[in-house]
T-cell receptor, first 114, second 111 residues
Framework: DTGVSQDPRHKITKRGQNVTFRCDPI?????LYWYRQTLGQGPEFLTY????????KSRLLSDRFSAERPKGSFSTLEIQRTEQGDSAMYLC????????????FGSGTQLSVL | GIQVEQSPPDLILQEGANSTLRCNFSDSVNNLQWFHQNPWGQLINLFY???GTKQNGRLSATTVATERYSLLYISSSQTTDSGVYFC?????????????FGEGTQLTVNP
């Protein structure tokens, strides 16, 4: 069990640029979640996948955001035309949807939009 | 959506002290999780506790689902317990564990 890994750990970009983050879940986990966390707040749900299917998206996820999990393993989260308001920690979590569903989080990607 | 309130927002302790953190939620839930976010940002799952009491070392948690609250007890606190403690519950009538988090309790344990 290597845990949930996220890459990169930090990303600094200029407003208007596109960025992509990657998440590798715990290998046997079939659910993968993306959350966003701003300073002083708890994480907010963005979207989740069961295997390769994206089952739910939050209203927070504007058209500039897109997430994929092409083979039901790793996932990417892309933000197009970044805005300063996108600056946040982007957290990925995974779980095994069988009985007790505990979420396990990665270390996150800290995005700063200048 | 469901509302989650945590108290106190901030807590400062001397090493060795005990503390109780509270989480209130606005609707019935079938899942409640406590997390610790360390100073480096890593969220660690402490408990999955929809009801009843669980213990893990110096930490224990109790959820009274009928009264819509949960408590996290930290005994003999250590400096490594510092960080933010979050409780989280699922949105009602959604699939998966689409969790709503409280705003957290910032705990500082001084040596």
């Amino acid at each position: 069990d290597t845990g949930v890994s996220q890459d990169p750990r930090h990303k600094i970009t200029k407003r208007g640029q596109n960025v992509t983050f990657r998440c590798d879940p715990i290998s046997e986990h079939n659910r993968l979640y993306w959350y966003r966390q701003t300073l002083g707040q708890g994480p907010e749900f963005l979207t989740y996948f069961q295997n390769e299917a994206q089952l739910e998206k939050s209203r927070l996820l504007s058209d500039r955001f897109s997430a994929e999990r092409p083979k039901g393993s790793f996932s990417t989260l892309e933000i197009q035309r970044t805005e300063q308001g996108d600056s946040a920690m982007y957290l990925c979590a995974s779980s095994l949807a069988r009985g007790v569903e505990k979420l396990f989080f990665g270390s996150g990607t800290q995005l700063s939009v200048l | 959506g469901i509302q989650v309130e945590q108290s106190p927002p901030d807590l400062i302790l001397q090493e060795g002290a005990n503390s109780t953190l509270r989480c209130n939620f606005s609707d019935s839930v079938n899942n409640l999780q406590w997390f610790h976010q360390n100073p480096w940002g890593q969220l660690i799952n402490l408990f999955y506790i929809p009801s009843g009491t669980k213990q893990n070392g110096r930490l224990s948690a109790t959820t009274v689902a009928t009264e819509r609250y949960s408590l996290l007890y930290i005994s003999s606190s250590q400096t490594t317990d510092s960080g933010v403690y979050f409780c989280a519950v699922p949105e009602r009538e959604t699939s998966g564990s689409r969790l709503t988090f409280g705003e957290g309790t910032q705990l500082t344990v001084n040596p």
